[in-house]
């Protein structure tokens, strides 16, 4: 027989020498002849073998599988709990707490004082009821009564030595007692005596209603306390884990069986819990969030308590904070701008607070925002906070237009560089011509610090970026620059103008920011019509307060806002102020915006006037000083600011008297002319702007009457020619 090493299992060798011999048999033959052999298979005789039992554990023993040395301190430092508790060493929390402490005891305190005269009522009722339970019990004590029924059992039994030996223990005990009481009585009475013939009359009157107060006390009933409590007890709710796994089971993210493993313990985390949960297998984070309600509804709460975060560890970790009250109804109170000399508008400014209670700290620098709601949730209070704190750095220059020409913007009047209200013509000025001047001087100014910047030498400009210092400088003329458009659907909206303005608002939004302009655009209609897609793209911050569904909370918030749990129709109409902000900090996430009514805006603007005539960068409207090109309104804006909206069609004479009522000064000469010739110093004014008048017809008193006059999409088409142009140059 040759002696040769055999490959054994996995490229191992067997020397031939240590190799088992099996003998195969007659009955090994198979059924085509072949020799065939029964190896040893160790798995299978461990299978078959009785002492494997059902249900044993399958897995190799831990050991097997060591972890590196940085798994296994990364999974405990994960694993590590805080030496102090989070709202011990959060600041913004310890302030909450102590404030949340002065708050109750003040509360308390209150309560209790203006109750003072029903206590004292209810002890002065108590009191005789109190002195008859202490003399009661007094004399039981004298007298040993609590040592009769030993007596009579003594009686009971016949035991007479018994007898005697308590009859005389109690003679003794009550002679002391006897003793003890006389004397204090005595001394009670001298002492009383003192007081009412020594002590003043406040004193007695002390003394008196202490006595009533304890004897009040002592005859309290039990069951009606003199001293309600100040606080409804409540039902404390604690989070298991067992309310967990149920309202897992009862969203459908697991069964029974499966279950879901917890990571980590659940933890107090703020005002609520912080759950983190790893789900089947399969199932994924956009599984739970599909699933929130549900899931508030299994943990016995209202869906705006429970908060659904991504874990970025595992596509099936879920990690959850379930608030223990609804946290968005619950007001971050005023802004802190109103103890706030001034603001440097380069630094993070606070907005408001999260529904932990933390500090929202936002900056405008380098980007555009995009505010959305429906009407009356907070929209134009939101965006004015941050409006104001803009106007508390001296040096930070402010166009503001509100397209509704409501009260809230009007205070701004006194510091905006450029500012306007409305899309009607007033005393002579079209707000919307002047939008676009401002918004066609905004552009060359960003064109011009491009060129600028870019040009500067590297020890003043680094970077080619703006800095705080270059903002600064007036002679540099580059101030950081905040343009506030609120209701920009009006301007976008606007036949003649909206077309152009919607240009310029996607280049400002686009291009502004990275030289320091900019844009914050606010609206209620955020549909691709009346406000498009063109325009809410161009933002990279995005801030939603309530809207009516999912899919418009996508657009306002950006496309795939959903998808990473960010849904702002999900808060309620009384979450007023209270929207989700995404692409300006670092997280996403719901914002409650501090508020500044409209008397704090009147005191912060009053302090921001003072501010910039200190440093002396008021500029613009607030000075009386035009902007370029707004001199150039001729009578092709004071015509478009005489059409109403609705009309296509206006005869001559009727534009000229509405142009005499505009600037009774240069039209007032033409309204006073015979109709014809009325007619006629408005065609020739047009005539240069390529606009000849049209045959209108109108029914007037029941028949139908032709006149000359000026189509709306004539001017319109002249005034885009015309300003194109003018940003052109
Ligand atoms: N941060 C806030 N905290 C508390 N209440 C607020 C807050 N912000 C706004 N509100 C309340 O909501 C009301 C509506 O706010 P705001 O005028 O800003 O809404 P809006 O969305 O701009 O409405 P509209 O679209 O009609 O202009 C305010 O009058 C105020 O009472």
């Known amino acids: 027989m040759t002696q040769e090493t055999v490959n054994g299992p996995e490229g191992t060798t067997i020397d031939p020498a240590d190799a088992e011999v099996i003998p195969l048999r007659k009955r090994d033959r198979d059924a085509f002849g072949e020799w065939v052999a029964e190896l040893p298979d160790a798995d299978r005789e461990a299978a078959e073998s009785d002492d494997v039992a059902e249900g044993q554990v399958v897995d190799l023993p831990e050991q097997v599988y060591p972890l590196s040395l940085a798994e296994m301190m990364k999974a405990k430092d994960e694993a590590r709990r805080p030496i102090l508790p989070p709202w011990l060493t959060v600041d913004a929390e310890r302030r909450a707490f102590a404030r949340w402490l002065v708050h109750h005891y003040r509360e308390t305190g ?30 039981r004590w004298v007298f040993d009564a609590e040592g009769a029924p030993i007596r009579a059992a003594a009686v009971q039994a016949g035991d007479a030595a018994e007898y005697l030996r308590l009859s005389r223990q109690r003679n003794g005990r009550v ?8 004397l204090a009585g005595a001394l009670g009475l001298a002492l009383a005596l003192a007081v009412w013939v020594l002590a003043p009359a406040w004193v007695d009157v002390l003394a008196a209603a202490a006595i009533v107060a304890v004897l009040g006390w002592a005859g309290t009933p039990a069951d009606r306390p003199v001293i309600e409590g100040a606080r409804v007890k409540f039902r404390a709710r604690k989070l298991t884990s067992d309310i967990v796994v149920r309202a897992f089971v009862s969203a459908g993210l697991t069964t029974k069986d499966q279950g879901i493993a917890f990571p ?24 739970a969030l599909n699933a929130q309600d549900r899931l508030a509804s299994g943990i016995d709460v209202a869906p705006t308590q429970v908060f659904l975060d991504k874990d970025v560890s595992s596509a099936r970790r879920v990690s959850m904070w379930v608030a223990g009250t609804d946290p968005l109804a619950v007001s971050p109170g005023r802004t802190p701008l109103l103890h706030t000399d001034r603001v440097d508008f380069w630094k993070p400014i606070p ?24 009407p009356r949730q907070g929209k134009t209070f939101s965006a004015r906070t941050i409006a104001l704190a803009a106007a508390l750095d001296p040096f930070v220059r402010i166009v503001l237009f509100d397209g509704k020409a409501s009260p809230d913007w009007r205070g701004f009047r006194k510091i905006a560089h450029r500012i306007g209200f409305g899309i009607v013509p007033r005393d002579g000025v079209d707000p919307v011509e002047h939008f676009v001047d401002s918004l066609t001087e905004l552009k060359a100014d960003v064109e011009d610090r491009y060129h600028r910047l870019s040009e500067m030498p590297l020890n003043v400009c680094p970077e ?34 909206g077309k152009l303005i919607l240009e310029l608002l996607v280049y400002l939004a686009r291009v502004a920011p990275a030289v320091g302009v900019s844009v914050l655009v606010a609206t209620q209609k955020p549909d691709d019509k009346a406000c498009p897609s063109v325009l809410r793209d161009q933002h990279q911050a995005r801030f939603s307060l309530k809207v009516g569904s999912w899919q418009v909370s996508d657009v306002v918030l ?36 501090y508020l500044a009514d409209g008397s704090d805006a009147e ?37 478009a600011a005489v059409l109403g909206r609705g009309e296509d069609k206006v005869w001559s ?77």
């Open 110 to 139: 209150a309560y209790h004082l203006v109750r003072v005269p029903l206590y004292s009522a209810k002890l002065t009722a108590y009191a005789p009821r109190g002195a008859w339970r202490w003399s009661a019990s007094t004399c």
């Open 175 to 182: 002679k002391l007692r006897a003793t003890i009481a006389v």
């Open 264 to 287: 980590r313990p659940i933890v107090q985390e703020g005002d609520g819990w912080r759950v983190v949960v790893d789900l089947p297998y399969g199932k994924t984070f956009a599984d």
């Open 351 to 374: 907005w408001g607070r999260d529904e932990r209670g933390n500090e929202v700290m936002v900056t405008m620098l380098w980007l555009s925002l995009l505010v959305g709601a429906v």
């Open 464 to 497: 080619g970026k703006l800095t705080p210092e270059i903002s600064r400088n007036k002679r540099l003329n580059m101030p950081l620059t905040v343009v506030i458009v609120d209701e920009v659907q009006e301007y976008l909206q606007h036949p003649t103008h």
């Open 558 to 593: 950006g496309a795939g806002a959903y998808s990473e749990g960010l849904d702002a129709s999900r808060l309620l109409r009384s979450h007023k102020g209270v929207g989700v902000l995404r692409g300006m900090t670092d997280e996403a996430g719901i914002v409650r915006t």
């Open 603 to 639: 005191v912060i603007l009053t302090r921001a006037l003072a501010l910039r005539t200190d440093e002396g960068t008021l500029s613009g409207d607030a000075i009386g000083e035009a902007a370029p090109g707004a001199e150039s309104g001729s009578i092709l804006d004071d015509v």
């Open 653 to 729: 004479e009727t534009i000229v008297d509405r142009l005499a009522e505009l600037s009774p000064e240069t039209y007032g000469p033409w309204a006073a002319l015979e109709p014809k010739p009325k007619a006629e110093q408005l065609t020739n004014a047009l005539k240069p702007y390529g606009i000849a008048t049209e045959q209108i017809s109108r029914r007037v008193d029941g028949k139908t009457v032709n006149r000359r006059g000026i189509l709306r999409e004539h001017i319109a088409a002249a005034i885009t020619e015309r300003n194109r142009n003018r940003v052109a140059d």
